[in-house]
T-cell receptor, first 113, second 112 residues
Framework: AQSVTQPDIHITVSEGASLELRCNYSYGATPYLFWYVQSPGQGLQLLLKYFSGDTLVQGIKGFEAEFKRSQSSFNLRKPSVHWSDAAEYFCAVVPYNFNKFYFGSGTKLNVKP | DAGVIQSPRHEVTEMGQEVTLRCKPI?????LFWYRQTMMRGLELLIYFNNNVPIDDSGMPEDRFSAKMPNASFSTLKIQPSEPRDSAVYFCASSPADPEAFFGQGTRLTVV
């Protein structure tokens, strides 16, 4: 069965520090991969997506993610975190040729001044 | 485009009452999803439509839940009768042919 694992439930970083949020998936073939962000009381907003090609993808708000096939991972990174990045982040997987989204359990990011 | 539009944004109802949540997907999108979000269970896919046809409803919790998509621009999720454990935020999302889910703002349902 397909699964998406976000091992960190909460992460706290200082403003200006770098950030990496982890995501691992379990699926037989390379799926489509996504990162979404959810601010309190809001819906989910797409940060970036990977379908194929270059394994380092750039997204909005200065985020990037790297697909590593050998590790079945799609970790989200940002070199310098801003206070406005405090939110919950969800990794999602869509099996190839099958338009059904599987979401991880989310990672809540707190940003210290 | 205004994005995915859900109504109402908030709903408070008494146990046993019928609740109907509404969703207008983005024009031209051919897939529509209903999700439920709770602290305990995270984001759960309830049902998924493609070209107005229900493809996978395995996530619908029980017979009290039903969803319809009478046309490409409208979908409803109905709970009858509602129970306190149905309290959650319900999201509708739509997707074009290339998978990319666009989410609405959600409906916060409270059943008392």
């Amino acid at each position: 069965a397909q699964s998406v694992t976000q091992p960190d439930i909460h992460i706290t970083v200082s403003e200006g520090a770098s950030l990496e949020l982890r995501c691992n998936y379990s699926y037989g073939a390379t799926p489509y991969l996504f990162w979404y962000v959810q601010s309190p009381g809001q819906g989910l907003q797409l940060l970036l997506k990977y379908f194929s090609g270059d394994t380092l993808v750039q997204g909005i708000k200065g985020f990037e993610a790297e697909f590593k096939r050998s590790q079945s991972s799609f970790n989200l990174r940002k070199p310098s975190v801003h206070w406005s990045d405090a939110a919950e982040y969800f990794c999602a997987v869509v099996p190839y040729n099958f338009n059904k989204f599987y979401f991880g359990s989310g990672t809540k990011l707190n940003v210290k001044p | 485009d205004a994005g995915v539009i859900q109504s109402p944004r908030h709903e408070v109802t008494e146990m046993g009452q019928e609740v109907t949540l509404r969703c207008k997907p983005i024009s031209g999108h051919n897939s529509l999803f209903w999700y439920r979000q709770t602290m305990m269970r995270g984001l759960e896919l309830l049902i998924y439509f493609n070209n107005n046809v229900p493809i996978d409803d395995s996530g619908m919790p029980e017979d009290r839940f039903s969803a319809k998509m009478p046309n490409a621009s409208f979908s409803t999720l109905k709970i009858q009768p509602s129970e306190p454990r149905d309290s959650a935020v319900y999201f509708c999302a739509s997707s074009p042919a290339d998978p990319e889910a666009f989410f609405g703002q959600g409906t916060r349902l409270t059943v008392v």
